[in-house]
């Protein structure tokens, strides 16, 4: 797992949030209670929302964060808002032939209170060994780069703001 921080420009970040804001009361969402595979929601009662970016954010967002991906022919690109009670039960990210998966953190602030915590464990570990463990952090990319299983934790309900990434898969 590689995890970089400050990994967008001030303008792309200020941009996507833009963006992201007006998508807001737009017909744009998917849920993942009707399009995630079953075993990515166990344990969860929340729903997370996804809408594909706009393709000018795309091509920027790709310009800045491919010198720290690994090889890939094309990157697929998605808004996630992880409502409450939502998250996202263990999985890898090496299903439908993805080479590997990242997330973007945009929210400015966010406090472990909140859940949301992006949980996995090493490879080669099991799940009773040590896990580590990432707060979100504003405009902080993590790459999983080794098919490392990780998870997301339930999103508590009593949160000042919804939990928002971007979500990116390279095939």
């Known amino acids: 797992m590689k995890i970089i921080k400050n990994v967008l420009s001030e303008d792309l970040y200020n941009d996507i949030i833009s ?7 737009k017909q744009v969402w998917a849920s993942s209670i009707l399009n995630w595979d079953d075993d990515l929601k166990v344990g969860l009662h929340g729903s997370c929302l996804s809408s594909v970016i706009s393709h000018e954010i795309k091509e920027r967002l790709e310009k800045e964060i491919s010198p720290h991906l690994p090889e890939y022919d094309e990157l697929m690109c998605q808004y996630y808002v992880w409502q409450q009670l939502s998250g996202i039960s263990w999985h890898d990210d090496t299903d439908n032939c993805k080479k590997f998966g990242a997330t973007i953190y945009l929210n400015q602030e966010w406090h472990p209170n ?8 090493n490879k080669g570990s099991n799940v ?26 339930p999103v508590n309900t009593d949160i000042p703001d919804l939990r928002c990434t971007i979500q990116i898969w390279a095939r």
Do not use: A
């Open 19 to 25: 963006e992201l804001k007006s998508f807001v009361h």
């Open 114 to 121: 909140y859940g949301g915590l992006f949980i996995w464990f």
């Open 128 to 153: 009773d060994d040590v896990h580590n463990v990432i707060c979100p952090s504003k405009n902080t990319m993590i790459v999983n780069d080794s098919g490392e299983y990780h998870m997301v934790t």
